[in-house]
């Protein structure tokens, strides 16, 4: 809480294009924030090289990232979006976390375990310690509630702890905040391997859905998804590639579970995929004809990042400077 307004924020990696994974599991959720909370949301490019980016990618993605997030319906009036490398303060934050965060809460991290198995050659101190900076990026706006998807509850876990044990030696530093988890869109699975998270990282194209791609190849997509050899439609154990597409079906339309088996009694799976496509395909639409008129003005879209980062540092300072004072640093 800051000056007794509650305060959500969230971050999104321009690591890749974004998927609708990160669109249903957390920017479609992050306007609904917009009436009640002070909303920081940040285009989070420090955490991104933490798996090697082209240069020139990262920052066309950057720009991208923050353009899809007026997109989706982040009015910047009502919300400070911001890019992270524009406020000095989250790495500042950052590096005194890291002594205040044990070894072995770092190593226990399944996203590190598992983006260490992906970039074996490339197991970098940033890599082990993202969770710190991710620490650094919430509670500097003295944050109550981040909206995120399943994946990342655990960090946000760790950075619940990590305040509390900062608080307990230097009181009355942190909010302590609460991880918000929608309950449909949590957790989108690949189209390829049901059994794994529809990552933007991911090296096959047709295993994930992008925000930006065209109806045809939503559609093509969802038909070649990997399902099972029954043919009716129903949410049941074992069947992973179904569950996907039903919940997904779900948070585009709204429909129930059961509305969704009722109304595809007697179909076949190849209605289903081309049904999920076109849903998903409505939806998208409209964001990504707003994406590209808010792309076409790249001088506004500097702007933008400049009028965010100036408020974002606003918050930020105060809260550097009050954890600076409290560890005894001298200041001038
Ligand atoms: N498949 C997903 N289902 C639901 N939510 C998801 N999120 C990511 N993938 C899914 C949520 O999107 C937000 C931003 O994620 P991120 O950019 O910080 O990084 P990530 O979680 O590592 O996402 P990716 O797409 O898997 O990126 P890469 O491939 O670069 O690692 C988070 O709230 C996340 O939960």
């Known amino acids: 809480m800051f000056q007794d307004q509650l305060v959500s924020y969230s971050g999104v990696q321009p690591s890749g294009n974004l998927t609708i994974g990160n669109y249903l599991g957390a920017i479609r959720n992050f306007s609904t924030y917009s009436e009640k909370y002070k909303c920081f949301y940040c285009v989070v490019d420090e955490h991104a090289i933490t798996v090697r980016q082209n240069p020139a990618e990262l920052r066309r993605r950057t720009y991208e990232t923050l353009a899809l997030y007026m997109a989706c319906g982040l009015d910047p009036d009502k919300n400070t979006l911001y890019v992270q490398s524009h406020v000095h ?9 890291n002594c205040y965060t044990m070894f072995g809460e770092l190593s226990r991290m399944t996203q590190f375990k598992d983006k260490s198995s992906k970039h074996s050659d490339n197991i970098n101190a940033g890599l082990f310690t993202y969770p710190t900076l991710m620490a650094a990026d919430i509670l500097l706006y003295q944050t109550d509630v981040v909206p995120v998807g399943i994946d990342q509850k655990q960090h946000v876990e760790l950075c619940r702890d990590i305040a509390e044990r900062f608080n307990q030696l230097y009181p009355c530093t942190f909010t302590v905040p609460e991880p918000i988890i929608a309950k449909s869109g949590m957790k989108i699975m690949s189209l390829a391997d049901p059994t794994k998270k529809m990552s933007k990282s991911d090296e096959n194209v047709n295993a994930v859905v992008y925000i930006l791609d065209d109806r045809d190849t939503i559609i093509r997509k969802f038909k070649r998804a990997v399902t099972d050899s029954e043919t009716c439609v129903r949410f049941a154990e074992g069947k992973d590639g179904i569950n996907n597409l039903i919940s997904i079906y779900s948070c585009f339309t709204g429909k129930s579970f059961d509305e969704i088996e009722k109304e595809f009694a007697g179909k076949g799976y190849g209605d289903f995929k081309l049904a999920v496509g076109e849903v998903c395909a409505d939806a998208l639409s409209p964001v990504q004809e707003k994406f590209r008129e808010l792309l076409s003005d790249k001088a506004a879209l500097e ?20 954890v600076q004072k409290k560890l005894g640093f001298v200041k001038l």
């Open 89 to 97: 303060e989250h790495a500042e934050l950052a590096w005194i976390l």
């Open 303 to 322: 702007a933008q990042m400049r009028k965010g980062a100036e408020e974002a540092s606003y918050y930020a300072r105060r809260t550097l400077g009050k």
